[in-house]
């Protein structure tokens, strides 16, 4: 094996090498990009009574994927 051949590999290698890094960051990037958002707003309601106070609970799925086993 002659230099020229020992730079092709390691030119090769590189090119795979950096192929491989591209993949795995698109990937965690699309992961991040369609996890689902789940926000909860808690809202005072109006009572008739003031010793009685009555919230609601507001439960807003939003993003790309439904979320699924959500717990409060």
Known sequence: MDWMDVGKVG???A????SCLA???SHR????SNCPIVVA???TAT???EAFI???LIV???GNRPAVNVRL
């Open 47 to 49: 009572t008739q009574d």
């Open 11 to 13: 030119l090769s290698s």
């Open 29 to 32: 990037n699309w992961l991040r």
């Open 23 to 25: 993949l795995w960051i």
């Open 15 to 18: 090119a795979f090498g950096i």
């Open 54 to 56: 009555a919230y609601n």
């Open 41 to 43: 707003c808690i809202e």
């Open 60 to 62: 807003v799925n939003t």
